[in-house]
């Protein structure tokens, strides 16, 4: 009594399945170049972007907030004065690189809204 082994090969599919749905195609999936490549989905890495631009920015208001807070600290407790200035610093040194984080992504986004368009114009549509 001899147990059947299973095999987990793309190749090896149940009879209920065709070739191309035991590999994983489907006609959404990619866009129909040669080698099977993946469909660039424009509007996600747009959205993508649009994400981290806003974090940065929100980044960027937050360390300048904690940079006037401390600002604020460094008059009101001169004892300590020395270690709110240099936490004042350090804060405005992050708001300043969250904001050029925030420029970045913010062109990145341009960047690809055009590709979206460049790639749409690639699309030609030929009536006769």
């Known amino acids: ?8 090969h793309p190749f ?18 990619y866009s129909g170049g040669y080698g099977g490549e993946p469909a660039h989905d424009y509007e996600k890495e747009r959205k993508h972007h649009k994400h981290l631009e806003q974090l940065g920015e929100l980044g960027a208001v937050a360390a300048g907030a904690y940079a006037l807070h401390e600002k604020h600290k460094s008059k009101k407790d001169p004892e300590h004065a020395h270690k709110h200035k240099i936490e004042e610093e350090i804060a405005a040194v992050a708001a300043v690189g969250a904001g050029g984080f925030a420029f970045h992504e913010h062109h990145e986004k341009k960047d690809a809204k055009k590709e979206e368009k460049k790639a749409e114009g690639k699309h030609h549509h030929h009536l006769f």
């Open 12 to 29: 090896h599919h149940h009879k209920e399945q065709t070739a191309a749905e035991a590999v994983g195609y489907s006609d959404t999936t």
């Open 1 to 8: 009594m001899a147990e059947e082994k299973h095999h987990h």
